[in-house]
């Protein structure tokens, strides 16, 4: 039998190779060390991910919802009453045939029409009596829009307005081409106070769509306005009518909570918008490098770093405390609202969280939240086209533009001349100059 020394004399590389284990299983804290340290390895991905969201509070949402969503209005005060009504009555065209047609304008005045608008018109003469009426209502709350719908919902409302706006505006041509400019200001006037209702309560989609609309109508009030035939006191009562319609002024607050139902839903959908930025920016990345890969890998890279990142979680949380922070912002009187806070380097803008901001939005910082944003492309992408205040000078200086418009055709026609001054118009045709949207009046 061989002994124990002649196996080492025999194979002397062997015991070569098991020094290092015997010198390393002699100490028992050599051995305890190796061990946490395997242990740090397996477990630091664990733990860094976990710790993603550390700093991060889930205040969940940042407003009460079942209250939101429960608000209603008299049906005898809300134009969508009607307009849902005159929605079920309409017979809209294909016009996903139509317009690929040569030679079709869907703006065209009543002279320039195809038939079958002129067609639509008449066939839809009871519905858009009922789009007229709701018209003339003070308010407007859509059950189904914003706060509550879906995007398709959304834009079925949308193509109904867009339909009924374009009928508006054909028959109020109609109407002029036969000399009628009072009866055409009628329906210019329909077109307008619906362009109002549709963004009054509504999400930003829906402001967007509205000021959208408005912009063919100014242009029809301009040259109907500028028209020798109408008459020096129609104008003065489509003043009037304009000026009134300064009152129908969406709330910011309302606007901002409508979105953010909205806007919160799609954190579970497949489209997250800042899902797609992230794989477009993938693709051009790997694509600028010489890589190939298809979409499917392209997808499953994607998958991979958002749960790293812990998306779609990350975004929502950092998206429930940028509404709680706009939200008490646009919540405090006007008087008393605060100065942006100046360490906030994005491209959006924070406020000091108030004692009426959510207790655990409180914790975090201005600067705190920015940094939040900057880290999560979902909550980004999210909040994009959120700006409110771009709207809000949108819609004011379309407005104003319309107010000074025919206060200016009345000056003209009182004194043969061009006004000196948007002030001139001031007492004899406005009481005042209407705001342009950032708080002035010049």
Not at 132 to 158: C, F, K, N
Not at 321 to 338: E, I, Q, S
Request: charge should be positive; include cysteine.
């Amino acid at each position: 039998m061989a002994t124990t020394s002649g196996l080492r004399q025999s194979f002397p590389t062997l015991r070569l190779l098991a020094a290092p284990f015997r010198w390393f299983f002699r100490s028992r804290r050599r051995v305890m060390a190796a061990l946490a340290i395997l242990l740090g390895l397996f477990a630091t991905p664990f733990i860094w991910w976990t710790v993603q969201l550390a700093g991060l509070p889930d205040i969940g949402d940042p407003f009460d919802v079942a209250e939101f969503r429960a608000m209603t209005i008299p049906d005898e005060r809300n134009a969508y009453v009607l307009y849902r009504r005159a929605a079920e009555r309409l017979r809209p065209l294909d016009l996903s045939a139509w317009s690929r047609l040569p030679g079709r304008k869907l703006n065209a005045r009543w002279s320039e029409a195809d038939p079958l608008l002129r067609k639509s018109v008449e066939e839809n003469r009871a519905a858009l009596e009922l789009f007229r009426q709701g018209s003339e209502r003070p308010d407007s709350l859509e059950p189904q829009a914003g706060a509550t719908a879906g995007a398709a919902t959304v834009l079925d409302i949308y193509q109904a307005m867009r339909w009924f706006q374009t009928l508006s505006l054909l028959e109020a041509s109609r109407l002029e081409d036969q000399d009628d400019m009072a009866g055409a200001w009628v329906w210019y006037r329909t077109a307008l106070r619906a362009t109002r209702h549709m963004g009054l309560r509504g999400s930003v989609s829906m402001r967007w769509f509205g000021s959208m609309l408005g912009v063919p109508v100014y242009r029809r009030i301009e040259k109907w306005a500028a028209d020798p035939r109408t008459a020096r006191e129609v104008i003065r009562l489509a003043l009037n009518d304009v000026v009134a319609c300064g009152a129908l002024v969406p709330s910011e607050s309302y606007t901002l909570k409508a979105e953010y139902l909205t806007m919160e839903r799609w954190f579970e959908g497949p489209f997250v918008p800042g899902r797609q930025v992230i794989s477009e920016t993938l693709k051009v990345w790997l694509k600028s490098r010489g890589y190939q890969l298809d979409s499917d890998r392209i997808r499953s890279m994607v998958d991979a770093w958002r749960k790293w990142r812990r998306e779609p979680e990350r975004g929502r949380r950092v998206l429930r405390l940028v509404v709680a922070n706009w939200l008490a912002y646009l919540d405090t009187p006007p008087d008393h609202r605060p100065a942006p806070d100046p360490d906030v380097v994005g491209p959006q803008v924070f406020y000091a969280f108030g004692p009426e901001a959510p207790a655990m939005a409180r914790v975090v910082s201005p600067k705190a939240l920015d940094r939040w944003l900057q880290s999560s492309p979902y909550a980004q992408a999210v909040i994009a086209g959120w700006n409110l205040n771009t709207i809000r000078v949108r819609e004011r200086a379309n407005h104003r533009a319309l107010v000074i418009l025919l206060a200016t055709e009345l000056y003209r026609r009182d004194h043969k001349s061009e006004p000196p001054s948007e002030e001139a118009l001031v007492g004899p045709y406005l009481k005042e100059l209407p705001d342009d949207g950032l708080g002035n009046s010049p």
